[in-house]
Structures are given as structure tokens and as C-alpha cells.
């Protein structure tokens, strides 16, 4: 099944053509034609899926028809509202717009809050079709009337049980008392808790059930691996485990944004290369943190969940629970930052005594134990038999991995190339990235078909972009 068949305009497949996506995405194959028939849609897939494209390619071809190039505000008024929780993930969205919305006259312009009101004011005086905002900016944009929603036509939900867990609701039912009645309205979650059914019952009319992941259903491709270990000893076994391993990119979880500061500053003691991402730093530290990551100037990135919410980071081989989170989804969305693009992730829990339980509740939620790994010893203990290093300092250690030979220029290079992956085993619906891409027998253009048109896709042409492996890689449900 390719973008061409799901009747999207040559001006969004020229730029789908550029981004190097070959054929659409499970959740794309799911929802284009819905969305496309002015449905409204209620989507369950995690980030990694595609999702975005999933609504932002139907949202521009609808809104294509009445583009143009006039300069006049009053010709550009906002008819897509896009919300969601945090302001990595707008901004993420709203990049995913203009990406595919290249060869378009839309505009589309993103507000969110931490950082000066004053330009976002003057972009949505200026006239755009499509904005990108988190609940609380916008409101404070309602207050100051330089926002107009009155003829807003789509809304769309992003990662809606975040936006719940974070307390948005009642932020987010007074921008809807804001849009006219008639309009689509796109609700995609990762879960679908009891809440936000509620929601979407108040919301959604006659929706079109879309989903790719099984209900609260962690990506197969992942490892879940634990280590029993006192929380004083933690962050000796992180450091172990991060030079020992030689972990060049990895995200670090932690519960509060103290600990997020303080382990930081530990791993930078340990002679690791970190930075962190929470709700407390400023919108442009945030942005930094996470551009250095994703460059690979920094290895380890510890955050909270709510900082880390929706990060599109590619070909993450590693994520590290430095304490478990209260809530079992939080575990789920935690790790469903490794194993894309079809590469084998690991979920690497420091479990002390008093999380045993949270650990019943991620078991119970995921239907099976995590591996018990038997701890190496530590930096002050003796050395494992099975280690080359026991996380001890190095005198003449450069500012990333004592392990590391390379110098800093190439260890640099190294990140921006994926780590050398184990192949991924064929998963339940026998969605194989290790196989050359087969297409699917059903050429049904129905979303029915969908279940089986996700098979994995091998990139031709090195402009290719990989699949993330999140893409149908779980047996999908029939819609
Ligand atoms: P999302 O779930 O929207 O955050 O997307 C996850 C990643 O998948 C992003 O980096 C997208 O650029 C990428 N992506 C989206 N659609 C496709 C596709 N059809 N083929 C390959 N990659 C895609």
C-alpha cells in the first residue's frame, strides 16, 4: 500500500518523497482515509508510530483547497488546532507540519509556554491556518484575545492521557467551549484508561476506532532486564553500566526534577557526558539538552516522565528506570523510547527494596517479569569476572566514556549512526524488520487492511529514513 493510494495530493507526496518514507505507516495506512472522509477518529498509538503524519498529511490536504498567498490576516484564520502536553512534543509537531506542508501555502505556526509571548503573537497576527499549542499558552493567548479560535474546523487531541495526567482538563475543556461546535476532532492517546474514554465519549461523534498497539502493550522489541540493587548503590551501577557497556545514547529516568539535577551532576562527576530535561529548566535549556543529546555531544539524558513525554529521538538502544515510576504506564511510555526503527531496545531497571511495589504493578502490567541480571560489582567493591570495567575512574579519562579509546571527534561521529543492532525477531502479527519488505497480499484500501499492510519496509536509497520499529510492530487490533 503506498501514499499515492490513499489519494493524497502530489504536493504532500513530494514531500513525503523528500522526508524518504516509502510506503505509510500502520496507523497512517489507519487513519488517512477516516480522517480524509472528515471523520472524527479516536487513535491509540504511542509516538514512534507515525501518528503525526497521521494526522498532519490529511489535515493539509483538507485544508489545501482555500490556501493561498495573500498577506492579509484576515485570509489566513486558524481552522486546525493542534494541542498537546509539552512543548518538545509541539514544537515537534509543528516541525512535522512544515515538513510536510513544504510545497504548500498553509501556514502553521506553534505556542507554547517558557519562552516571550511577543513573537507568537506576532506570528498568529500575521495569519496561519494551523497552529500547534499546548493548553496552558494558548489560553494565556485566549486571555490576551491575540488568538481567534472561532473558526477553527479540526482539533486535534496529541497524546491525550498525558494531557490528562499532567491536569489539563479543565484547560483543555475551556478551549473546546472556545471552537464552534461543528468541527472533526482527532483524539490519539497512547493508552486508553477509563478517563480518557470518558473523554472521548464527550468529544468524539461516531469515531473511527484506529489502533496499532495493543492496549497498553509495550513494544515486543524490547528487552526488560532489572537489577536488584540498594538505592545507595544505584548510581555506582549506572556509572558501571554506562561505561562498561559502552552506552553512547541513553535516556535516564528518574521521579523528580531534584533527582533529574543531582544525578546529573553525579554522571558529570563520573565523567559522563549528561545533561538533563525537566519541567523546572527553561524552555531554551530543554531545547538544548535535547538537541545535544540527539547530536550526541551528550550520552546520557536523564529526565522525568513528564519532560520526556512524546521526545522523538531515533533509534534510542537504551533506557534506564534509575528509579521505577509510580504508575505502571509510565513504565510503558518510559520505554517506548527504544526499539524503533527496528532495532532491538533495552529497559534497564535499578530496582531497590521499597519500589518492590511498583515492580508488582509493571509486572502485572506487562504480563511477564523482568529479567533478574545478577549485579556486577561496583567501584569500590571487587572487580566482576564478566567486565572489562568496574566503573573505577580513570586518571587520563576524556570527558566522555573512560572505556572509549576514540577520540571525542569520532566518538562524536559515532552517535549519529545507529548502534549495532541485534536483528529484530518476527513479532506477533509477523511484522519482521529483519526480512526485505514483502508487500501484503490485501489490497483493500479499508482500514480493516491496515492490520496487515504495516510489514517492514527496508530503506533502497540511504536518504531513506527507517521505519520506527513501533510502526505495526505489534499486532494490531481490528479497528
Ligand atoms: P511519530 O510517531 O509521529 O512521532 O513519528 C515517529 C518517527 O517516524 C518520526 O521520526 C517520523 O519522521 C517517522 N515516520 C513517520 N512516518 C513514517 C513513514 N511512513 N515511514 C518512515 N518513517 C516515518
Excluded: W
Aim: aromatic share 4%; net charge positive; charged share 25%.
Amino acid at each position: 500500500m503506498s501514499f499515492e493510494s490513499l489519494g493524497l495530493m502530489p504536493e504532500l507526496l513530494r514531500a513525503i518523497a523528500d522526508q524518504g518514507y516509502t510506503e505509510p505507516s500502520p496507523i497512517q495506512l489507519k487513519a488517512i482515509p477516516p480522517v480524509l472522509a472528515r471523520q472524527d477518529i479516536m487513535a491509540c498509538a504511542q509516538t514512534g508510530t507515525g501518528k503525526t503524519a497521521g494526522f498532519a498529511l490529511p489535515i493539509l490536504q483538507m485544508l489545501a483547497p482555500q490556501q493561498n498567498a495573500s498577506p492579509s490576516p484576515a485570509r489566513h484564520s486558524i481552522r486546525a488546532l493542534i494541542l498537546t502536553p509539552t512543548r518538545e512534543l509541539a514544537a515537534q509537531v509543528e516541525e512535522s507540519v512544515r515538513t510536510y506542508g513544504k510545497y504548500l501555502m498553509l501556514r502553521s505556526t506553534v505556542v507554547f509556554g517558557g519562552v516571550d509571548i511577543i513573537p507568537q503573537i506576532k506570528a498568529l497576527r500575521a495569519g496561519i491556518e494551523i497552529l500547534v499549542a499546548t493548553p496552558g499558552r494558548l489560553l494565556d493567548h485566549v486571555q490576551q484575545k491575540t488568538v481567534n479560535l472561532a473558526r477553527v474546523e479540526i482539533l486535534v487531541l496529541d497524546e491525550a492521557d498525558r494531557m490528562l495526567d499532567m491536569g489539563f482538563m479543565p484547560d483543555i475543556k475551556r478551549i473546546i467551549a472556545l471552537l464552534p461546535a461543528q468541527r472533526q476532532n482527532l483524539l490519539f492517546s497512547a493508552t486508553f484508561s477509563d478517563e480518557i474514554k470518558r473523554l472521548a465519549n464527550q468529544l468524539l461523534r461516531s469515531p473511527v476506532s484506529v489502533e496499532v498497539a495493543r492496549r497498553n502493550a509495550p513494544a515486543d522489541l524490547v528487552t526488560h532486564q532489572m537489577y536488584e540493587v540498594e538505592a545507595s548503590h544505584k548510581r555506582a551501577l549506572l556509572t558501571h553500566l554506562i561505561k562498561s557497556r559502552d552506552m553512547h545514547q541513553v535516556l535516564v529516568f528518574v521521579r523528580t526534577k531534584r533527582d533529574a539535577n543531582r544525578l546529573m551532576r553525579e554522571l558529570v562527576r563520573d565523567d559522563i557526558a549528561a545533561t538533563a530535561i525537566h519541567s523546572d529548566r527553561t524552555q531554551g535549556e530543554r531545547m538544548k539538552a535535547l538537541e545535544d543529546f540527539k547530536q550526541g555531544t551528550v550520552n546520557v539524558l536523564v529526565a522525568t516522565d513528564i519532560a520526556a513525554r512524546g521526545l522523538d529521538i531515533e533509534l534510542l538502544p537504551f533506557v534506564i528506570n534509575y528509579e521505577l515510576p509510580y504508575a505502571a504506564e509510565d513504565y510503558i511510555h518510559r520505554i517506548g523510547r527504544t526499539g524503533r526503527a527496528g532495532s532491538t531496545g533495552e529497559a534497564i531497571s535499578l530496582v531497590c527494596g521499597d519500589e518492590q511495589r511498583m515492580l508488582d504493578e509493571i509486572e502485572r502490567e506487562l504480563k511477564r517479569k523482568l529479567e533478574r541480571l545478577p549485579l556486577p560489582a561496583l567501584a569500590g567493591e571487587r572487580k566482576s569476572a564478566g567486565h572489562g570495567h568496574d566503573g573505577h575512574r580513570s586518571k587520563t579519562a576524556t570527558p566522555r566514556h573512560t572505556t572509549s579509546h576514540a577520540p571525542a571527534s569520532a566518538h562524536a561521529k559515532a552517535h549519529a549512526k545507529p548502534h549495532p543492532k541485534a536483528p529484530a525477531k518476527p513479532l506477533p502479527g509477523g511484522f519482521d524488520f529483519s526480512k526485505p519488505y514483502e508487500p501484503a497480499p490485501a489490497s483493500a484500501a479499508s482500514t480493516a487492511a491496515a492490520d496487515h499492510a504495516g510489514h517492514g519496509q527496508r530503506h533502497t536509497k540511504s536518504r531513506r529514513r527507517p521505519t520506527a520499529a513501533l510502526l505495526g510492530g505489534l499486532a494490531a487490533k481490528k479497528s
